[in-house]
């Protein structure tokens, strides 16, 4: 069953999905979902994607609550930046480097969708040589608590959700 369908669960997810997408649903829109599923699982295969391990489910809702309120918390800032075009001249837009421990693969993932996910921070960059991320902020005022907050609030819970 797993070379005809290698993922059935997420072939059936977006097969799901397909249907909610259409204004009506007919014999042949049925059977174009059903072959794109398949066709999207069997390409998901290919490219082989590595195993992944989730550690400790209990640290996902605290993490998921932090994100929810680190993103009100900086929509509101970055709204103040943007309405008092007249600020103090300590503002400026930056980039840094941030070493991260994390090597998962999907633990990495997480961290870019939260950093990205927050107003005010994009993850531009990761190498993975040294295991060093590249981060834009629009508000830099201290590197190194950029630096202390992706390490203790973000990296360290996904470490314990993903390695």
Not at 87 to 93: D, F, I, L
Not at 131 to 158: A, C, N, P, Q
């Given at each position: 069953m797993t070379r005809?369908?290698?993922?059935?669960?997420?072939?059936?997810?977006?097969?799901?999905?397909?249907?909610?997408?259409?204004?009506?649903?007919?014999?042949?829109a049925i059977?174009?979902?059903?072959?794109?599923?398949?066709?999207?699982?069997?390409?998901?295969?290919a490219?082989?994607?590595?195993?992944?391990?989730?550690?400790?489910?209990?640290?996902?809702?605290?993490?998921?609550?932090?994100?929810?309120v680190?993103?009100?918390?900086?929509?509101?800032a970055?709204?103040?930046?943007?309405?008092?075009?007249?600020?103090?001249?300590?503002?400026?837009?930056?980039?840094v480097?941030?070493?991260?421990?994390?090597?998962?693969?999907?633990?990495l993932?997480?961290?870019?969708?939260?950093?990205?996910?927050?107003?005010?921070?994009?993850?531009?960059d990761?190498?993975?040589?040294?295991?060093?991320?590249?981060?834009?902020?629009?508000?830099?005022?201290?590197?190194?608590?950029?630096?202390?907050?992706?390490?203790?609030?973000?990296?360290?819970?996904?470490?314990?959700?993903?390695?």
């Open positions: 005809l369908l290698p993922h059935p669960l997420l072939a059936l997810a977006f097969f799901a999905l397909w249907l909610l997408l259409l204004e009506s649903v007919s014999p042949g059977l174009l979902g059903g072959v794109l599923a398949v066709a999207a699982v069997h390409v998901l295969a490219l082989g994607m590595p195993k992944g391990r989730v550690g400790r489910l209990r640290a996902v809702p605290g993490l998921l609550f932090d994100v929810l680190e993103i009100v918390r900086s929509n509101n970055v709204a103040r930046i943007i309405l008092q075009p007249a600020a103090p001249s300590g503002r400026r837009a930056g980039f480097h941030i070493p991260l421990d994390m090597r998962s693969p999907y633990g993932s997480a961290l870019a969708c939260i950093l990205t996910a927050t107003p005010g921070t994009v993850w531009v990761y190498d993975a040589q040294d295991g060093t991320m590249l981060l834009h902020v629009l508000d830099m005022v201290d590197e190194e608590s950029w630096v202390r907050t992706i390490k203790d609030k973000w990296e360290r819970r996904l470490m314990e959700i993903f390695e």
